[in-house]
């Protein structure tokens, strides 16, 4: 009963504290991208537009909620709220500081690979039950896309998993703190693994150049295009929170999550998440995307092989030679 | 360890929460139509009148796609125990690993030779 | 210039096109997609009916008319000074060359010589029009690829900074951005203002030293290369069959300009380099482009060092909407616009002499929208928008 | 590979721009300079007298392709100011909203008494509010900058040399050009 209280206490602060990043994010990413095109970005609502996030979403939850006729209002209703807690739920394992997190589950990496892969039958329920020609393209896309990365996914995520030898991944960082990442993290397999991640989490969350499941220039708005309001904004919120809950991912399996020098550890977590988080929308706003078999290829062909080898890899480190 | 499970669950409990309460809010907030068109209901086609409903038979290429993965993702499961056992076990578990990797990556060569792979 | 291409059926493959659907077989059930009118990237209002099998479009139809406003009906009832401002409408991306090409078919008509600063000004600002609207083209075309929210309206908005610039240059000389109405019957409206060469110098030195971040951004980045090599091929055979003209024709490895080859304005005193690519795929028809930015700044550049000094009209001012009477004779008239061939045929006479009897608009862009049955068949929606891209059609020019 | 060098170019390049100054201006707080010449929205200004220098002449009404203005004469009276006799106007009415601002009223006016003037109209919320009488005309004449053209200089700008002829040729009989008459003259 502890732990319900618990998880639960630790679950609102790290939810609350996950989304206020996220609308700081929202109004960062377009003042950034704003830059970027030599645009101001927001500048009207608030002092320098900090307000404009929120002032967005009061505006989503104003719209009216429209469902089209034909649409599956089950799962129409459903999806959005699955949506967010396949993608909220991950954050449930990922250590911010030694003591800052809601269950130190003992299969960390597995709850996150599952509660992540989830995030499939959301994108189906919402692409089928709209029963929208351009929502069932991104559908099938998405879930292509997301079944495919799924694997490369797993097999980088397994490195750090070999390396350390937990599959808690408090325990991967705790193995890092003691092992001085920085320093003696094998560069061969710990870096190429972290690219293999950090890509398959572009296409889980759908993020450009892999945003095909999406594309508003192709098929409009994807799976959201009949959706309004409130439920759109779910999956708006969804689509950030698995960014930046995957950032915190990468920051912890392959970057020593907490451990750093100077500062407390959840400074170092949050210093690392967010680099990762900006970075995310720096290539967002610089590249185009590719086409779904181009996806596919570059899946299937390079990244799933090279997951594999870097596996043993590590897996020579760990038997061989390396630490212990 | 039963006791962490609980709180994860508690955590997807509250991430439920979110999602439901910023529905709530909506609901409340949200403008109610005085008018309702029939159009409104329609379903998104670019404007014009939807060509019959999108619940059709699909491209079989996505089925290819999902028994892979299924092949893969299973297969990689069983790493899992594997890399927690490794550093006890030492060699022979590596001597293992590479084994099974080599027969996954057998299938995986076919599946390239085949084309299988390929989106079109 | 003599073009030997062996004329084939327009069809692709042995698939015609046209057939009913019927006639095609799938793996599942096909789907028919309703793509556009209201749609992100399709230019403007166009709609493509795509049969779809699973991803893979078997057929594509396009509609046109969305955006039709009888313009060319309107040339018979107005007289013909005041159909300079209503033909910049047409080609909403380059409003120059309507003007100058319904001027040219005027003065033809009338048997007018242009002044030969006239002539100047007209080559610079269908140099820069050019380039503007070439700006404009890879905006589009890298929304197409990347997307409004990502690295594609990125490149949008730096491509619209440099159009600025030109848009800044022109609202100098005629004091308005779209509606220049700075062309008219016998020469140009407006002279240039003092210092206006030096400005423009500089804005195409900086337009120049913007083109690599551009080239980073799409040409030399290699997603951008794997969109669109190999999609949308479109032989010269065809090309030549359907009319078209422009950077899609020279993209199909036609060397065919109608500045080299029938030289109008001041082309006869510059030397153009055509730029041809082989290959006839969205890559060929998007590096033509890029090439042709490169040398109409060029051609802009020497322009402006050569103005000669003059008069700029040797017609007199419109005083009055009947300034022009005619009762009889015809003309075409056709330059190279930044799409192709824009021509205009103008018929005189009929029943009030002061307005056209039939004034025909010849749209490059019309032609380009041919070529969709042909080429979108076999590649993915994906595709499709980047071969609509690539085509550059300007929906107020098709539809008129 | 080829993909991570290009990458990393997209992302100078971006990240280049994003430390220039931005272009954009916030549009109602900043206005940017505009040209001399930039046309937008109309006024009627006065002549040296102080009256409106308008005298209905309809050649602008006749000219506007879009026919958007709409005007009465109001005869031949003794001005007021000068006591000399000339041609007044009525009513003048200009529908902005259909205004395509081709500029060519303002180059047929012989009394250089319709001009455009440099700041856009508002923003309105009815059509009826960009319907401008000659209330709004000459308020607008007083209110906003001119456009660097008049129909004087416009005409002049473009007149031929007066030595040669205008080269109509003889090839073609069927043209010919109407001789413009001065616009006054015909309308009173």
Redesign the interface.
Known sequence: MNELVHGALYGTLIATAILSTIAMGIWFERKFAGRMQQRLGPTIVGPAGLLQPFADIIKLLQKEDIVPRDADRGLFDLAPILAVVCSLGVAAVIPFSPSIIASDLDVGVLWVLGIGGLMVIPTFAAGWGSNNKFALLGAMRAIAQSVSYGVPLVLAVLVPVVLSGSLSISGIVAWQAQHHWFAVWPIVPGLPAFVIFFLAMLAESNRIPFDIPEAESELVAGITTEYTGAKFTLFYMAEYVHTLVGSALGAALFFGGWDGPFAPGLHWMVLKTLTLFVLIYWVRWSLLRFRADQLMRLCWTWLTPIGVALLLVSAAWVTFGGTN | ?Q??????????????L???G??G???V?????KYDS?L?????????E?????????????YV??L??VL??VE??F??PW??V??EE??S??IA??TF?AV??LG?LY??RKEA???? | MEITVEVQSATRGSVDPHLSIHAYEAEGDLMLLHFGPQHPSTHGVFRMDLHLDGETIVKATPYIGYLHRGVEKLCEKLTYVQQTPIVDKNDYVAPMTNEQALNMAFEKLLNIEVPRRARYLRTIFAELQRVASHLVWLAAQSIDLGGALGGGSTLFLHCLRERELIMDLFEEVSGARFHYNTHTIGGNRHDLPDGWSKRAQAAISQIESRLSEYEDLSLGNQIFVDRMKGVGVLSAALALELGISGPVLRGSGVDHDLRRDAPYHAYDELEVQVAVEQGGDCLARAKVRFREIRESLRLARVAIDGIPEGPICSFKPTRQPTQVKLTGGQAYAALESPRGELGTFVIAGGDTPTSPYRLKIRAPSLHALAAIPYIVPGANVSDAVAILGSLDPIMGEVDR | MGYFNDTAKALRTTMVNAFREPVTQEFPLVIRPRAERFRASFALPDDEHGEVACIGCLACERICPSRVIKMKSGGKKDSPVTGKKRAYIDEFVLDLSACIGCELCVQVCNSDAIVMVRQPEVPAFAREDLVLDMEKLRANAKLKTASWGTGTRLQEMQEPPKAEKPAVAKASPATETAPAPAPAKETV
């Open positions: 360890m006791s962490a499970w609980l709180s994860a669950f508690a955590f997807l409990l509250v991430s439920t979110v999602g439901a910023l529905l809010a909506a609901s907030l949200r403008v109610r139509a029939p409104k209901h329609n379903t998104y086609e670019c404007g014009e939807p060509a019959g409903m999108s619940w059709m038979q699909f491209h079989a290429r996505y796609v999902a892979f993965f893969f993702d990689a499961a790493f899992f890399a927690t490794l550093r030492g060699t578990a590596f690993a590479v990797a996954l990556m995986w599946a390239v792979l390929e989106w079109q």
